[in-house]
């Protein structure tokens, strides 16, 4: 049997630029012109959840060249036709598509890509079905609400040779006051960093509220369990304390992960454990935690009278240096991910890297739960012969949504 590989949206349109002949006309904005690639070299995008955050990389990826920005999804109607106003007076068109299911948006086989910026508990889901639709995906830290769903999310990028890069600027862009000591070598072997974040999220009682005609609420709730409408449940609110989805569990880790994505993030860039997961996790009796890594480097989280992203090195003695890794492209981590969707090389921010670092904060969850110190077997995901801890390895899901 002879196999044909289907063309690229963006091969198809190279070759049928190349086949046309004169006189059919080719308008100038297909053709590209000034700071502006032809239609055939700017990636096609689409965004999932324009809410808060969504906005803002909405807009970063809007405002570059290199993409054609053509839909957007969002289960809140003001929301949805907001966003793609925007996009529309960017382009002085009409040409934007909303939708309230992502699926629709997912089937669309002229787009090349999404950003993914919903509540975390749909990350996971709509990430795998991108891949599988031959999607590359930008997806919003925490990239995952379990630990269940880390080696998922990484499965699906490398079965459909996908580009998958987590969130968080900040890992770069602002810890690198704390990085570039480490990997020059001046602070010599490390022995272990500090984080400081929190709190865990809590559950969520708010009464029922009239439900306004605008949001899907079904949709919004998706795989989580059936609760009310309540404005503070589902607002974007970047509280992690009371009234917002981050601050409850069955949407998000709390601040644990939310804020927890950057400076973990940070923290394992620093002291370069970012390819690897701790095996062993310590409570201490003081109600903090110590992860610890292979290499014998640990983690701190909420270690009492410690700064945040504090590194203990050893005075008096050096490492050989290693270049600090960058971003490719330009832009910022949004055009890291648009230059790695050109050239399918892996961006700063690769989902296992990212899967990486908020296991951490799940397995930091666990350990204060329980209060006591786990042992962690990260290639099979699991606490080994610990089913009391095994039991919060994943959450249940409402029907279909499943990962």
Not at 7 to 13: D, G, I, Q, S, V
Not at 304 to 318: C, D, F, I, K, Q
Not at 387 to 397: G, P
Request: charged share 25%; proline share 7%.
């Amino acid at each position: 049997m002879t196999h044909r590989k289907t063309p690229t949206r963006r091969e198809f349109l190279q070759t049928a630029g190349a086949a046309l002949a004169v006189p059919y006309v080719i308008t100038s904005a297909a053709l590209g012109k000034e700071g502006v690639p032809p239609a055939s070299d700017r990636i096609v995008l689409g965004g999932i959840g324009i809410g808060s955050q969504g906005s803002g990389d909405q807009g970063d990826f809007l405002n570059r060249p290199d993409v054609q920005y053509v839909a957007v999804s969002d289960v809140r109607k003001s929301v949805r036709d907001r966003s793609k106003a925007r996009v529309d007076e960017h382009y002085k068109n009409g040409d934007c598509a909303a939708y309230n299911d992502f699926r629709e948006l997912l089937a669309r086989s002229d787009i090349d890509a999404v950003h993914i910026a919903t509540p975390d508990h749909w990350h996971a889901i709509m990430a795998i079905e991108a891949c599988r639709n031959g999607k590359d995906v930008y997806c919003q830290k925490p990239e995952t609400r379990t630990l269940h769903e880390g080696p998922l999310m990484v499965a699906a990028a490398r079965r459909y040779s996908r580009v998958v890069s987590g969130g968080s600027q900040r890992v770069l862009e602002d810890y690198r006051q704390v990085v570039d000591p480490c990997w020059s070598g001046e602070r010599g072997p490390i022995k272990s960093i500090n984080v400081n974040v929190g709190p865990i999220s809590q559950e969520c009682n708010l009464p029922a509220e009239p439900q306004p005609d605008d949001i899907d609420w079904e949709m919004w709730l998706g795989p989580a369990p059936w609760a009310p409408y309540n404005s503070q449940r589902c607002s974007g609110h970047y509280s992690t304390s009371g009234g917002s989805w981050r601050s409850y569990i069955d949407y998000s880790g709390g601040g644990m992960t939310d804020w927890g994505a950057h400076h973990f993030g940070g923290a394992t860039f620093a002291v370069d454990v970012r390819e690897m997961q701790p095996e062993e996790v310590i409570y201490h009796p003081e109600n903090y935690l110590s992860f610890r890594y292979p290499n014998g480097i640990q983690i701190h989280h909420n270690q009492p009278n410690t700064e945040n992203l504090a590194v203990e090195g050893t005075p008096g003695e050096r490492r050989a240096p290693k270049p600090v890794p960058a971003y490719k492209g330009t832009g910022g981590i949004h055009g890291d991910f648009i230059e790695c969707v050109k050239t399918r090389e892996k961006p700063f921010r690769d989902i296992e890297l990212a899967v990486n670092t908020v296991a951490l904060a799940h397995l930091g969850i666990i350990a204060y739960k329980l209060q006591r110190s786990l042992k962690w077997d990260a290639a099979a995901n699991e606490f080994p012969g610990d089913a009391e801890a095994n039991r919060f390895l994943d959450r249940a899901r409402r029907q279909p949504w499943q990962v």
